[in-house]
């Protein structure tokens, strides 16, 4: 038998590590979550992306009734900035999560639904974005690219 072995990179941040901007989209996201609709889980996520023009786009998780018909904070964002500024490169993305009842402080990366939606912005724009991720306080994890999290990534190039 054969194995293939992944490694995989994520630095540990706190936030007297990031940069002014930085902290500026950590805020963006943290406002974003403040903005979810989660009346089911009680589980409250937010987004912010830095676009390469300078634009900020928030995104919270939105609920429904009819479960599947909800959206993630990352999917909101990014389908936005797509739609809204189609020929705009994704710089950075910064995510907080944690339940309405409690600061979660462990780091809470992108689903796989989002994680696959954010390999197609990267995989379309030919650079990799770094994703910043959180609970409500504490640590944060950084990625340099999509690949670091989803590393056996389904792209254009399978189909």
Same mark, same amino acid.
């Given at each position: 038998? #054969?194995? !293939?072995? !992944? ?5 540990? %941040? ?13 805020? /963006?996201?943290?406002?974003?979550? @403040? ?12 987004? *912010?992306?830095? %676009? ?12 429904? =009734?009819?479960? $599947? @018909?909800? %959206?993630? =904070? ?6 936005? *900035? ?5 020929? =705009? ?9 944690? $339940? #309405? ?7 809470? $990366? $992108?689903?796989? @639904? ?21 609970? *409500? #306080? ?6 340099? @690219? ?11 190039? /399978?189909?």
């Amino acid at each position: 038998m #054969k194995q !293939i072995s !992944i490694n995989t990179t994520i630095s540990v %941040l706190s936030k007297n590590e990031l940069s002014q901007e930085e902290l500026s989209l950590m805020m /963006h996201a943290v406002d974003a979550r @403040s903005k979810a609709y989660a009346p089911y889980s009680n589980f409250t996520v937010g987004a *912010a992306i830095l %676009l390469d023009n300078g634009v900020i786009v928030q995104g919270s998780n939105q609920e429904n =009734a009819a479960y $599947p @018909s909800g %959206l993630c =904070a990352e999917r909101v964002a990014i389908f936005y *900035a797509g739609a809204t500024y189609p020929d =705009a490169k994704i710089v950075k993305m910064f995510i907080t999560a944690s $339940p #309405k009842d409690r600061d979660l402080e462990e780091p809470i $990366p $992108p689903c796989g @639904s989002c994680r696959q939606s954010i390999a197609e912005y990267e995989f379309k724009q030919d650079l990799p974005i770094a994703i910043f991720f959180m609970g *409500a #306080k504490g640590e944060i994890y950084k990625s340099d @690219s999509l690949k670091n999290i989803l590393p056996l990534v389904f792209d254009k190039n /399978h189909l």
